[in-house]
């Protein structure tokens, strides 16, 4: 399976898995620096397992990284109990396992196979944030609010980002527990799981401030520690 994936000792090989549309290729893309306008970058390589995993060199200078797109689990034609097998994941030194929604249990069941891997960290990423953080501050306004509307009056209109505070707050904390109770239900270690978007991961990677960012440069720093103790051990 190492053959397969084009597996290079020296590199540290983080597979990002998810259900369609959580923004697989989108996070890959904001982590290697590279903007929604940019081309589309070449893969490294495509590999042909159960299905097609899609393999990406990092593009900075001296990084040590590679980034593999997973299909989504879950489906019928690949059932999460041997998802985890069926696509190699045994062999990465890292899993992100990005969702837009609830915590799912083609999640939980890729959690459950890790346990007897000692050597793969799982980072929970929640992506979307910003989208889902705005339809709930919508959903407290007044019924059209426009905060872009000049001719919206100003009490209405200072109430927005008070109410952006709170829902912002209300987002990450269901959010965390709603996997802390998945956790526990499946007798599973809590894991901190990161709240991010992809425009504020962009900017976190190329190190501008973004009014958007909760969890990004958390995640980030994680990352770069998982690295750089892999290639202390010599991985």
Known sequence: MKAQYHYSPGFIHI?????????????????RSLSRNDPVPAPAGIVEITDTVTRYADPRQDSRMVWYDVPGSGTPKVPDWQY????????????????????????????RACKPFKNIEVLLVRSKSDQYINDMVCEKMPQDFDPYDPDVDAETLSLFPLRKLEERQRFIDETSQNVQMHLEREKLLPKKVYVICIDAMLATVNKIRSPKAIDEADLLNDIKGIVLERLQLGC
């Open 15 to 31: 597979a990002v898995v998810g259900s369609a549309g959580a923004g697989k290729s989108s996070f890959i893309n904001a982590v």
């Open 84 to 111: 985890f097998n069926d696509m190699g994941l045994y062999i990465f030194d890292c899993i992100i396992m990005l969702t837009d929604d609830r915590f799912l249990d083609s999640g939980l069941a890729i959690l």
